[in-house]
Antibody, heavy 119, light 107 residues
């Protein structure tokens, strides 16, 4: 059974940093591209980052480019999102998601982790 | 960036009714479109990919179609367990973008 379990969220002040993790199981993690997607409270879904299975390519939404970094450790089956210079508009539930056969669809999602940026 | 214009924003329908949700892409995305369902308090779930292909385990009452740059999700006979929000997503090019969502309720 595919499982994605995020952690690392919390309440932080504007301008601070946070690093999210997503531990994957039930599939060959090193063979799949992975994504981070977020959802602000009562709002829609926003894709924010993609990393290829071998870390050869990374893509970001303009809203986080230069502030967030996606990475992975295939030896630990873990996906990361390092978030710097956090703003109030980054407040959201952050989901990691598995890519469906390199087609840029999301076939499995974690339960998400909440990040709240507030003073 | 490719914009996905989704309608309606909300929808109230009766059980067993046919429900249709649409998404208009701002440019040609071919069949690179998916639909997701998000039940209240849960993570989204993939329903349809490649505009018309049903994801594993998804009931056959869900179907997708395409006409040019307009895409539709149809629920043929609405069930109670179908309540929630629905999102389209284009997978044609980065940045990947979602529609704004449709909240579906039972009348």
């Amino acid at each position: 059974e595919v499982q994605l379990v995020e952690s690392g969220g919390g309440l932080v002040q504007p301008g601070s940093s946070l690093k999210l993790s997503c531990v994957a199981s039930g599939f060959t993690f090193s063979s799949y591209n992975m994504h981070w997607i977020r959802q602000a409270p009562k709002k829609g879904l926003e894709w924010i980052a993609l990393i290829y299975y071998d870390s050869s390519n990374k893509y970001y939404a303009d809203s986080v480019k230069g502030r967030f970094t996606i990475s992975r450790d295939n030896s630990k089956n873990t996906l990361y999102l390092e978030m710097n210079s956090l703003r109030s508009e980054d407040t959201a539930r952050y989901y990691c998601a598995k890519d469906y056969s390199a087609l840029y669809y999301f076939d499995y999602w974690g339960q998400g982790v909440m990040v709240t940026v507030s003073s | 960036d490719i914009q996905m214009t989704q309608s309606p924003a909300s929808l109230s329908a009766s059980l067993e009714e046919i429900v249709t949700i649409t998404c208009q892409a701002s440019q040609d995305i071919g069949n690179w479109l998916a639909w997701y369902q998000q039940k209240p308090g849960k993570s989204p779930q993939l329903l349809i990919y490649d505009a018309t292909s049903l994801a594993d385990g998804v009931p056959s009452r869900f179907s997708g179609s395409r006409s040019g740059t307009q895409y539709s999700l149809k629920i043929s006979r609405l069930q109670v367990e179908d309540i929630g929000s629905y999102y389209c997503q284009q997978a044609h090019s980065n940045p990947l973008t979602f529609g704004s969502g449709t909240k579906l309720e039972i009348k």
